[in-house]
Structure formats: C-alpha cells, structure tokens
C-alpha cells in the first residue's frame, strides 16, 4: 500500500509540474482577455485538478500494464525467432496501443467528420497506418534495412500524396506525426522493438529501437493521405465552437455529459489491449495470477486516469483555449499572439514530462557530452520557433505545405549526416515535444484565432501539430550533427597525440 502511495505522490508531482504553467499562463490571460465568471473560473481550476489527477493515474497505469506488457511480449519475441509471428503481431500491437493513445483522442475530438464518417475514421485508419508501418519496421529490423533510406522513401511518398489529397486534409494528416508517440504506444513499441532487435546480434540494436517509432510516426500521415482519396466531401471543424460555462447547473452537466461519454468511449479503446494479452499470456507467456493482477489493476489506472484527464480537457481547457484564441485575435490585439506565442512554446517543453526523460536518455546516450540543459534549451527554442510560425502562418494566411514541404526537406538533408542513433532519436522527440498539452490546448487556441479571423480552420489550425513536431526533430538531427563532430575531433586529436608521442621517443 505504501508502495502505491509513493507513486501516486511521485505521478502526481510530476503532472503539477506538467499542468500548472499551462494553468498559470491561462488564468492570466482569462483576467486580461475574458469577461469574469466565478463559475467559469472555477472550471478552469477544477479542470486542473481534473487533469493532474488523470494524468497521474495514467502514468502509474502505464508503468504496471502498458510498459510490462511491452516487456513481456518484447522478451519473448527475442527468443521465439518467428518471423511471421513477429509481422502479425506488429499490426496488432500498432493498431490497438495507437487507438488508445490520449493526444490522438483529444485531436479526434476537434474534427467533426471527414467525408461522410466521424471521428472514428480518423482513430482507425491512424491506428491501421501505424500498424503497417509497424510491420515495415519489424522486416526494417531483421533484415537490416537502411532506417534514413526507408525515411527518405516514406516521407517522399507522403509529399507525392499531398498533391492530390484534398488540400482540407492536408494539415490533418500530417498532424498525425506527434499525436501517436505517446505515453500508451512508446513504451510498448519501444520494448517490442528492443525484443525483435535481440533476435539478431549486432552493435546496432539500441538504433533499432528507437528507429521503430520514427517509422511508425509517418505510417499515420500516408494513411490519413490514402483514405482522404476516397471520402467524398472535405474534412470540417465542428461549427459550434465550445464556450465556456456560465452557471453551476452548466458545469455541472458538462462535467455529467464527458464523464459518462469517455467512461464508454475510453472502454472501447482500453478493451482490445487488454483482451490481446490475456490471450498472448494464455498461449505463451503463462503470467503467475499475481503479475495478471498487478497488470490488470494498472490497466485499471490507466483507464480511470484516461477519463478524468479527457474530462478535464472537454470541461474547460479546449473551450478557454479557445475563447482565448478568438478573443486575442479580435481587432489590435491580434498582434499580442506574437509574444504569447513565443511565450507558450517556450514553457509547452518544460511542460512536458517526457521530455525530461528523453534529455536523460540522450545525456547517458552521449556519455554526457551532450547535457541535459543543453537539450532543454535547445528544444525549447525549436518549440518557441514553431509556435513563431504557427502564429505567422495564421496572421498571413499562409498556405501549410509551403511551410511542410520545406521543413520536411530540411530534415532528409539532415538525415544523411545525422549518427543513426540520434536519427531515430530525433524522430521520436517530435512526438515527445507536441504531447497533450498540444492537442489539447495550442489547437484549440489556433482554431479559435480562426474563428476570429474567418479562417477555415482545417486549413489554417490544423497543421499545428506537424509543425511543433517537425522543429524539435530538426533540432535533435543538428545536435546529433554537432556530436558526431565532437566524437571526430576528439578521436583525432587522440591520434595526433599518440603521433606526437612516438615522434618524440624517436627524436631522443
């Protein structure tokens, strides 16, 4: 019971740290911007409370269920040896740990249909395109594959597709790229990468690892492209922007109506994952009862933590953000979103627990040639920088794949000089950077600048994502560039020194 207790505080500590920033910076803005409401207010507080509490019952849920799991089935991958298996079960597990992840619901939320279909569209054929990519990265894996020359490919595939998708779902898609890295899928896709790379020997095994998300990631985006060649009719945002509550009695049923609405919604999505690995465990792995329970109870955790933190979200935070949005972006005050900006990308990294064990990973990674506080910094400005543009894409009616295209080239050229290490770490650190907090509080800010300035949202909103997914990337591949420069020059120097040193013994 202690053990529980410690990491309650432990969660709970970290999801103060992630969501109170955002908190402060949108309780100044309300004073500033909105019309004062107790009861609007008030939302905006128990929405926070709402949120650190989910957040911290997921992450606990995560470490006992999603990451043991993962664990499991990973190791016995590595000794099974069966490639079809393998190929199978990529699909499985890349479409059912996607369709769970928080970020790819919370941006579900905000589309109201694509074509004739609703939002489920979006959550399945994410979830298929992740599970294919899964698979070509298995068959990556064990053959030995070119992770950059498979990118290359990738990527180029999904600008081909992009001229002749309906422009509307263009920003959508490849929003796609930092919502299905996440607390749910990373974790399980992370050891289940490890286990297929065990199956063969090689000094490349940790690359690998990390090379199966950054192929995952771009799965999603040449799906969404695919399936929108079909649709008829284009992708819009829902007309009836969400509002902020007036009254007791309108808090009191929001918060009714998303309980009861997630509590079914997060079942539906929690289910599969749960069901696969009773039957995985059932056929191979023959769990003790105690390790079943131990799962089953953080399966638990994850599903209650899912519906208070979506609760949370739909209660206060999308409509403020954006109210917010469209208030700032109302006459004179426009150009205020600029600095504000500037100001959220900023403190959106610090925000971010995730990001502080990815700047971890990559210090010991480096043997601390490349510090902690250097990544930090680093993606702090590449995130500040894409909310510079996101802002000025909005501000100047900017079209998204003139932005895309060039990002997006910037890092193929990149990737040739990148270590393969810190290739797949850079890929990875885009869905690292555009976590919840993106989906559930940039987008709905840039939709409601929209709304204030008659721009077509799916155009001019969506794209966000992409955008505060891709910089970070780039970042990661110059710091990547910088290390491997350092490693030469420090080689180097140690060769001339052994010259030297010889060339003086000879000289006596």
Request: proline share 3%.
């Amino acid at each position: 019971m202690q053990s529980y207790l410690k990491d309650l505080k432990e969660k709970l500590k970290e999801s103060m740290f992630s969501i109170l920033p955002f908190f402060l910076i949108i309780v100044t803005l309300y004073f500033i911007f909105i019309p004062f409401n107790i009861w609007a207010l008030i939302s905006i507080i128990l929405a926070t409370v709402f949120m650190i509490f989910g957040m911290a019952l997921f992450n606990i849920g995560v470490d006992m269920s999603t990451m043991k799991m993962g664990g499991y089935v990973g190791s016995h991958l590595s000794k099974s040896r069966k490639i079809t298996f393998m190929i199978i079960l990529s699909f499985v597990m890349g479409f059912i740990v996607t369709i769970a992840e928080p970020d790819l619901m919370v941006l579900s939320e905000q589309v109201q249909s694509l074509g004739l279909s609703n939002k489920w569209v979006i959550l399945i054929t994410v979830s298929s395109g992740t599970g294919i990519f899964l698979i070509l990265s298995t068959i990556r894996t064990l053959f030995r594959w070119s992770l950059k020359t498979i990118l290359i490919i990738s990527y180029s595939i999904a600008l081909i597709l992009s001229l002749f998708a309906p422009i509307n779902f263009l920003p959508l898609s490849f929003d796609t790229i930092g919502v299905t890295t996440g607390a749910v899928s990373v974790p399980f896709i992370m050891s289940f990468g490890l286990g297929i790379s065990a199956v063969r020997s090689g000094k490349n095994n940790q690359n690998d690892g990390f090379g199966l998300i950054a192929l995952a990631s771009i799965g999603p985006v040449i799906a969404i492209l695919l399936v929108s060649l079909f649709l008829k009719g284009d992708g819009v945002v829902d007309s009836n922007s969400p509002e902020l509550v007036g009254n007791i009695g309108a808090m009191g049923m929001s918060i009714g109506t998303n309980i009861l609405s997630y509590i079914k919604e997060v079942f539906i999505v929690i289910i599969p994952i749960f069901i696969f690995f009773i039957i995985y465990n059932y056929m191979y792995l023959k769990l003790p009862k105690t390790v079943l329970l131990r799962i089953f109870i953080g399966l638990l955790y994850t599903y209650l933590g899912l519906v208070v933190f979506l609760t949370g979200v739909s209660l206060a935070y999308l409509p403020t953000a954006n109210v917010l949005g469209k208030t700032i972006a109302d006459g004179n005050t426009k150009w205020l979103l600029i600095p504000l900006g500037l100001l959220i990308g900023f403190f959106l990294v610090f925000a971010e627990p995730a990001v502080h064990v990815l700047n971890k990973q990559v210090e010991d990674i480096t043997e601390g040639v490349i510090k902690k506080k250097t990544m930090l910094i680093s993606l702090s400005i590449g995130v500040s920088i894409a909310m510079l543009i996101i802002v000025f894409r909005v501000l100047f009616n900017i079209n998204f794949m003139y932005i895309c295209i060039p990002l997006i080239l910037i890092m193929i050229i990149l990737s040739i000089f990148t270590p393969d290490l810190f290739e797949g770490i850079a890929f990875d650190s885009g869905g690292v950077a555009a976590g919840s907090l993106t989906a559930s509080f940039v987008l709905p800010f840039i939709i409601g600048v929209c709304n204030s300035l008659k721009l077509n949202a799916m155009l001019f909103a969506f794209g966000a994502i992409a955008i505060v997914a891709i910089i970070p990337t780039i970042i990661i591949q110059i710091i990547g560039i910088r290390y491997k420069l350092i490693i030469n020059k420090s080689k180097h120097k140690k060769k001339s020194s052994k010259v030297s040193t010889i060339s003086i013994i000879e000289f006596e």
